[in-house]
Nanobody
Framework: QEQLVASGGGLVQAGGSLTLSCAAS????????MGWFRQAPGKERKLVAS????????YYTDSVKGRFTVSRDNAKNTVYLQMNSLKPEDTAVYYC???????????????WGQGTRVTVSS
């Protein structure tokens, strides 16, 4: 069964750190751009970070630049999102997804994992 499994969410105080992981099973992530999206209550799902299939190019939305780092290990079929200096406004459900198209185009993502919840307390 093909799936993307996100993990690593939880409750953290403002200023803290979390690392999310997205492990693919039943399919390879090689050749695919990979992205992390988040959806806060009452808001639309938004691309926050993404990485090209080679890992050589990354994208970050402005609000997370300098705080979040996306990386991938194609040998382990896993993508990571290191989140530092977390803020209450980072609270959301985070989803990983795969793109067969342009990695920094949100509409190119067509394969989704389940979400992992991140809650940042003030």
């Amino acid at each position: 069964q093909e799936q993307l499994v996100a993990s690593g969410g939880g409750l953290v105080q403002a200023g803290g750190s979390l690392t999310l992981s997205c492990a693919a099973s039943g399919r390879t992530i090689s050749g695919y751009g990979m992205g992390w999206f988040r959806q806060a209550p009452g808001k639309e799902r938004k691309l926050v970070a993404s990485i090209s299939w080679t890992g050589g190019n990354t994208y970050y939305t402005d609000s997370v630049k300098g705080r979040f780092t996306v990386s991938r290990d194609n040998a382990k079929n896993t993508v990571y999102l290191q989140m530092n200096s977390l803020k209450p406004e980072d609270t959301a459900v985070y989803y990983c997804a795969a793109s067969g198209g342009v990695y920094d185009h949100p509409e190119s993502y067509d394969y989704w994992g389940q979400g992992t919840r991140v809650t940042v307390s003030s």
